[in-house]
Nanobody, 122 residues
Framework: QVQLVESGGGLVQAGDSLRLSCAAS????????MGWFRRAPGKLREFVAR????????YYADSVKGRFTISKDNTSNTVYLRMNSLKPEDTAVYYC???????????????WGQGTQVTVSS
């Protein structure tokens, strides 16, 4: 089993920055991909960013490329999502996920955190 706990969400204004954290524990190893997803009100959960456990491969959704940065601290098994230049359309519940498939699909991730709310006001 793998446990994921997100933190760092909140209410910010458009143009502000925010950093989300995802603490991973349990039977997680270098074979895992760590992903961030989000679900906006009335919409399906969508891919945001992905990083390999080793940190040597990163991939972003086009909607966040250039504004968001995913990173990983191997000493603390924590994955971060730094979000700059936030827009109202970034408002969503953000989820951390872990899986062993190199994919952007929700179905490719076996373990999920509880989510953290990010609200961006205009």
């Amino acid at each position: 089993q793998v446990q994921l706990v997100e933190s760092g969400g909140g209410l910010v204004q458009a143009g502000d920055s925010l950093r989300l954290s995802c603490a991973a524990s349990g039977r997680i190893n270098r074979n895992y991909y760590m992903g961030w997803f989000r679900r906006a009100p009335g919409k399906l959960r969508e891919f945001v960013a992905r990083i390999t456990w080793s940190g040597d491969s990163i991939y972003y959704a086009d909607s966040v490329k250039g504004r968001f940065t995913i990173s990983k601290d191997n000493t603390s098994n924590t994955v971060y999502l730094r979000m700059n230049s936030l827009k109202p359309e970034d408002t969503a519940v953000y989820y951390c996920a872990a899986g062993i498939v190199e994919t952007t699909a929700v179905s490719g991730y076996s373990y999920w955190g509880q989510g953290t709310q990010v609200t961006v006001s205009s």
